[in-house]
Structure formats: C-alpha cells, structure tokens
C-alpha cells in the first residue's frame, strides 16, 4: 500500500515539474512595435490599438511579451526608424537588443470609412516573414478592439472559427415540426377510424 502511495506522489511531482515554469520559459520571447500610420489616424491612436494588439497577443499564451517600455528605449538608444524597423535586414539586430525571437511590425491607415492594417510576425534570426495577416474593417473606430483580438488570434495561430448554428436550429424546429404533424395527423387517422360504422358494434 506505500508502495502504490509513493508511486502516485512520485508521478504527481512529475507532472507539476513537467508542466510548471519550464513551460513558460519555453515560450518564445516577441517584441511587438507601435504599427506605422500610413494615412487617415493620429499616432497616438495607433499607439493606443497597438496596445489592444499586444495585450492579445498576450493572452493567446504563445509567447513571452517584451514590454513597450523596452522596446521603446532599445529604438531611442539605438536611433531605429520606422524604416528600420520594417527592414528585414535589422531583424537579427532587433532581436539580439530585446533578446527576442519573434518581431512583428504593422501598418495602420483609413481610407474613407475602411480602417486596413496589416502584420507580419518575423523571425528575429533570419529576417524572413513567417506569417502575414490582413484586416479590412469598416464602422466605428471603437469596432477596431474585437477585431485586432481576432486578428491576434490568426498571427498567433490560435485562432478557431465559430461555427454558426442558425441551421441547427431552424433543422430541429423542421424535424421537430414534422414530427407533431405525423403524431397529429395519425391522431387524426386513429380518431377518425374510431368513428367510422365498421367499428360500431350493433346489439
């Protein structure tokens, strides 16, 4: 019987070593930077979306953040531009100054009522472009906050589409329906046949 206790207690420390802080330290370190304003918004607003972005990026768990704070001294110190830092060639620079893995860049603009943005998560070591996404959003600019969740979801390759289940519903209320008129309309066979003169019966 101690036997067995010490065998459970010993595959539960496992477990909690196997799956604590290693799997943090695991991640991968990213650094996002402010998107670039091509057209249509102040840089302050960029920065405030940027912020959204990044706080998504966080919560998707797949990696390990580089706070804005750091990044923006790093791009003082240095004297980084906004074409610098979307120069695939600085890349292996960048990442070596945040000891990050991952960077992603962004611009950000509006033309008439559609606000476009687009990413691209880049490998720090190599400067090519892993993954790209684009979004296209027209209505009021406070719309933009669920829509870069879900565009950190895409980048961050976490994201799952939700199913719509509108058809379920108007199938089940098809077959529900259907279903009462057969029971109804045996009802009425039955009811009907009840009644008729063969099954009187004459005394």
Not at 4 to 19: D, E, N, Q, T
Not at 86 to 94: I, R
Not at 100 to 108: P, Q, S, T
Request: charged share 25%; net charge neutral; proline share 2%.
């Amino acid at each position: 019987m101690k036997s067995k206790l010490l065998l459970i207690k010993s595959l539960v420390l496992v477990l909690i070593i196997g799956f604590g802080p290693q799997d943090i330290e695991a991640q991968e370190r990213l650094a996002v930077f402010d998107f670039n304003v091509t057209s249509g918004m102040t840089d302050e607003t960029a920065v405030t979306l940027t912020n959204r972005f990044r706080n998504a990026m966080a919560q998707a768990g797949q990696f390990t953040m580089v706070e804005r704070s750091a990044i923006e001294q790093v791009l003082q110190e240095q004297r980084f531009s906004v074409s610098d830092i979307a120069d695939p060639d600085n890349a292996p620079e960048l990442g070596r100054l945040l000891t990050a893995r991952k960077l992603i860049v962004g611009d950000i603009g509006k033309v008439g009522q559609t606000y476009s943005i687009f990413v691209r998560l880049i490998d720090a070591q190599t400067g090519s472009i892993e993954r790209s996404e684009t979004l296209e959003y027209r209505g009021p600019q406070d719309g933009l906050l669920s829509e870069l969740d879900v565009l950190a979801q895409k980048i961050s390759g976490t994201y799952v589409k939700k199913k719509k289940r509108g058809w379920l519903y108007i199938t089940a209320a098809a077959l529900l329906g259907g279903t009462a008129y057969v029971l109804t309309q045996r009802s009425e066979e039955h009811t009907s046949e009840l009644q008729s003169p063969d099954h009187l019966v004459c005394r």
